[in-house]
């Protein structure tokens, strides 16, 4: 049986403190992508890491709101939205970070970008990123 | 997350474990400014038993090089592996290392 409109939602509070729980659920749904492999996962999860700092850190708030995510697992990838009612943050206006002079922050959102296959954004409220990767039989990105 | 400091006579070793992250970060920070105020010669950042890291957890280690460099001591990063070896890859942290 096939995974087509799966969808798996959790609602966690809006706090720093709730991030590795998510990032875990999101780390056991990229077992379910059919030739996704290690290198998958490690990407997915560091672009979700970064995405749920985004909305924790700079869209809700550090209290009080929750986040809803959604992932939505297929055979040939997987596609996570996160929702929320905080301010809006476009990730997609964030200017690219000079990586040659070694910065310490700025760096999230070059992750996101740079690991998932496609990134959305849509101002709410409520606020929805969506993130997509595919699965690559022969591990090309 | 865990860190540990240990005090060799060739070297200073720190040692981090778990997750690296934006809420582990901040506690890691001042730890990371005594040892560079001792001005040691070299630092290793071992992150074999580090699960997950993402940006603010890599500023730290990059902060931690950078103002080490100022005073002429070294920062050598090892043991990375898995999520960690990837996000210092994609960030060519690992010419900087010499991973």
Known sequence: MGLQGDKIRAIIPSRLEYRDLAVRLVASACKLVRGGGTEFSHEVVSAFSEAINNVIIHGGGLGGESIEVEIEPAEDRLTIRLVDNGRSFDPLTVPPPDLGSLPESGLGVFIMRAFMDEVAYAAGPPNTLTMKKYARKDGQR | ?99
Do not use: H
């Not at chain 2, 730890?31 to 071992?46: G, Q, S, Y």
């Open chain 2, 1 to 99: 997350m865990k860190f540990t400091r240990l005090n060799k006579p060739e070297k200073t070793v720190l040692v981090i474990e778990g997750v690296l992250d934006a809420l582990t970060a901040p506690e890691i920070r001042p730890t990371v400014d005594a040892l560079v105020e001792e001005r040691p010669t070299l630092i290793e950042v071992d992150l074999s038993s580090l699960r997950v890291i993402d940006s603010s957890g890599v500023g730290v280690v990059v902060s931690l090089y950078k103002r080490c460099k100022e005073f002429g001591g070294s920062v050598r990063v090892t043991g990375l592996a898995n999520q960690p070896l990837a996000i210092f890859k994609l960030l060519r942290l690992d010419r900087v290392f010499e991973l």
